[in-house]
């Protein structure tokens, strides 16, 4: 009887939660998709298990008998009742403040600082970021117009400069392009003409596994430049990958330049899963109203249930924007887990208080 009787705020509970892994769904990244998939499927397999294993463990185990506290007056929760007007009043007040607070987060999230503290793979990561050059791929692409483009040594003076002034930006850790190869072979000099760079490409030819591959085509037509950057912020990150991108066009007019890499898209697409996990939230929170008011059959109470579980994400928001915590996926990822928890125990209270409500009218 028991079991039936909370069967529906038991089957509400895990709809809620569920609902909140919902907004998953609607990211437009495949691995996010999935996640939201396999945690709906984990909830609705944990709800069946639970609901079939429920009633067989109550009657092989004893039958659990509350403490004496649960049976005395919360005497705590009177004077907060006593003064509900002041109650909603301020926590709305503070959910204003803490949503204005929302407005400044800051996107300006490492790469790497979400490994575990003291862990291996984060000493390794920052150990390579700080003395072995960077860790952030970048890669600049020039593309001349004929083939041989870059056998002439005014082009490759021009793309030498450009390295040793790249070098000296501060998220630059190192970059390596087609004249430390020639500079090699050529005793620390840049070949004059361009048979003497001819002979060169031919010379790394005869290697098992040229390097040239990695920086040249074979056409001769185009050349790539390898740049590590720094794990610096979100927004000093694209600051310098804009600044070199200028700095190479306006360098070199004439070729079509391509930026690449990580440095060009990790942050683009932590920023744009974060907005994705934060704003489509309130899409769920619209789908779990909707449900709300089908299963209640009154739009007021579905407003009541909503309202109270509002308070939850601006907080959150304002905590975020008030503390200047870096937003990133795994931190944005809170607000579809936050959505769930925070309906369970509210749509189980009014579902409870509605069956008292029809007792005491049926008693009546």
């Not at 590590?228 to 979100?234: E, L, S, T, V, Y």
Request: proline share 6%; with cysteine.
């Amino acid at each position: 009887k028991s079991n039936r009787s909370l069967f529906v705020p038991n089957f509400l509970g895990p709809l809620t939660t569920l609902l909140g892994f919902v907004t998953l769904l609607l990211n437009d990244t495949p691995l996010m998709r999935q996640y939201g998939w396999t945690m709906v499927g984990a909830v609705i397999l944990s709800w069946l298990v639970t609901q079939i294993m429920i009633v067989p463990m109550m009657m092989l185990l004893p039958a659990p008998r509350p403490r004496d506290w649960t049976q005395k007056r919360a005497a705590w929760l009177f004077p907060i009742l006593r003064r509900y007007r002041a109650v909603v009043i301020g926590v709305s007040a503070c959910c204003l403040l803490l949503a204005f607070g929302g407005f400044n987060m800051k996107w300006t999230a490492l790469v790497f600082d979400d490994l575990p503290e003291g862990q291996e793979a984060r000493r390794s990561t920052y150990a390579i970021d700080k003395e072995l050059g960077g860790a952030i791929p970048l890669d600049i692409v020039l593309e001349g117009k004929e083939s041989d483009y870059w056998n002439e040594p005014a082009r490759l003076a021009k793309l030498d400069a450009f390295l040793k002034e790249v070098r000296k930006h501060p998220a630059v850790g190192t970059a390596i392009g087609l004249p430390e190869f020639l500079r090699t072979v050529g005793g620390g000099e840049l070949p004059k003409s361009r048979a003497s760079v001819a002979e060169t490409f031919f010379l790394y030819s005869f290697a098992e596994a040229s390097p040239l591959v990695h920086h040249l085509t074979a056409d001769g037509k185009t050349t790539r430049m390898s740049l590590r950057m720094r794990d610096i912020p979100a927004n000093e990150l694209r600051a310098a990958v804009a600044k070199i991108k200028a700095d190479v066009t306006a360098l070199f007019p004439e070729e079509e330049v391509k930026v690449g890499g990580m440095a060009t898209t990790v942050h683009e697409i932590n920023d744009g899963l974060s907005q994705g996990l934060i704003f489509d939230f309130w899409q769920a929170l619209i789908i779990t109203s909707l449900t709300l008011i089908v299963v209640f059959r009154s739009w007021r109470w579905a407003l009541v249930a909503c309202l109270p579980n509002v308070v939850p994400p601006l907080a959150l928001l304002g905590f975020l924007g008030l503390t200047s915590t870096p937003i990133k996926p795994v931190v944005a990822m809170i607000f579809s887990v936050v959505l769930g928890l925070a309906f369970g125990n509210t749509v189980y209270m009014l579902n409870r208080l509605r069956h008292l409500q029809k007792e005491m009218n049926g008693f009546l």
